[in-house]
DNA sequence: GCACCTCTGTACGCTATTGCACAGTGTATT
DNA sequence: AATACACTGTGCAATAGCGTACAGAGGTGC
């Protein structure tokens, strides 16, 4: 196994994409850093399986994962996503073994895969990674709230718009899926998505053709959401975003 | 000001109604005892505001508190609940001093004021109490998981259903409460919760009242609710439940 | 006892979204 | 080049829930 302590022996400056990793400090990242092994994650990789053992947490680079709630009749809905902006593995930082939730790749990408137990063992010795993870806990609260609301009050084109802003935590400005699979993550039908998407792009907001979706207003869609998308975001930089320089992209 | 150690003192035998309190190990409630300070819970009095410090953190014995997320545009919706299971400060446990939505009072009752900062520095010196609290924390990120996926998948009735499961945090059977705020709650409309409570109580569930609402048949509720109820108590059993004798409630 | 206010019951037309179904189009396979 | 499959586009009747409006019922204050 290649780590990355090795890795960043041979290339004396580490810059890592994932925000976490930016936002620690020297001496947390030196407690992790020896641990972490990088990882392709394809789609549809899963990383974690509701009322689980969660035996590795996932640090992304790289790509998307969804956190889903399944409906008790197979229906299931995206409660969370995991970007370059965070991890994997909550219940772990909240010092639990199980899983809540299903999380799965759902953009491919890179990013490092970690033991739980070194993250449990990091945490109980540096204060300050705890600081910074409970923080992104809080953030992933701020993150499910914000979703109660869309699903509660927003119209599936806002709600869709809403989503889409998931390519602020991406590189370029085009996003790879299906409309089925935002349908599943919306919790709508298919079809309504297609129609949505139409009407999106009836606006000049994005151009949608087969398996993608490319923004061109990133501006206009957040108008276009009604207020369903930034609070979350406001909380993230709040939190974690001033130990960043780079927040929010671009 | 009267704190719960001078009371305890003279009773000899502590009886918190708070599972929390109860849950805690005689150690840690030592820590807290000292600083608790009993005061009445009414409705509507605000427990946490969104954007402001948090300086006390509730502990309810009694009622029930909301926690709401405001939609821009002045319409809210109920993203989690706090009752004798519970507490308020879900942001000063995870390290932070802000909360992220409002907390109010929705049913009268009484519970322990409680400095942030006295939390904190319990929670500095005992590693049980954090474990303990982080578990509360993970069964709150539960709570507001399953809203989601009612809010996405459920049909109003369904949604009825669920929330009135409310009453496994209360005493008695009856719940006070008017049409206009359950919808406020459930973020739908007033005439809708008026028409989904009849269906209810055509069939035999609850009986409804001006301004009460009493559970008839708490197994047929749960089966009502379609499966939007439950894994969130589970939850809560498998975390918190497990240092109590008397969960579920009754 | 009367006036007033809050809360509940009910109605009606309207909109968003669903479930279902099927046709068309792009991409990969052989 | 032919075939197969996955994905997208579209249509239609059905339904859930909305906005609005108003009448009746229950409770409170004078």
Chains 1, 2 share one sequence.
Request: a negative charge; zero cysteines.
């Amino acid at each position: 196994m290649i780590t990355m302590r090795e890795i960043a022996m041979d290339e004396e400056q580490l810059n890592f994409r994932n925000d976490l990793l930016q936002a620690m400090g020297p001496q947390e990242r030196e407690l992790l850093l020896p641990h972490l092994e990088p990882i392709a994650l394809e789609v549809p990789l899963i990383l974690e399986m509701e009322n689980s053992s969660v035996h590795d947490v996932y640090i992304l680079e790289s790509g998307l994962a969804s956190i889903v709630a399944s409906f008790p009749g197979g229906r299931d809905i995206e409660v969370g996503i995991v970007g370059r902006e965070g991890m994997t593995g909550a219940a772990v930082i909240l010092g639990g073994d199980q899983a809540a939730n299903r999380t799965f790749m759902q953009v491919s990408g890179h990013g490092f895969k970690l033991p739980a137990a070194v993250l449990s063992q990091a945490m109980e010795e540096s204060r300050a990674l705890r600081g910074l993870l409970f923080a992104y806990v809080q953030t992933l609260l701020a993150q499910t709230t914000s979703t109660v609301l869309a699903n509660g009050h927003a119209k599936l084109e806002e709600r869709l718009a809403r989503w889409l802003m998931v390519h602020d935590r991406t590189d370029g400005a085009t996003i790879w899926l299906t409309h089925e699979f935002l349908a599943v993550m919306l919790g709508v039908r298919r079809a309504g998505v297609t129609v949505a998407l139409h009407l999106l792009e009836g606006k000049g907001l994005i151009r949608s053709t087969r398996r993608q979706i490319a923004i061109l207003n990133r501006q206009g869609l957040i108008e276009e959401a009604h207020g369903s998308y930034g609070a979350a975001e406001e909380e993230y930089r709040r939190l974690i975003g001033r130990h960043l320089a780079r927040w929010p992209p671009s």
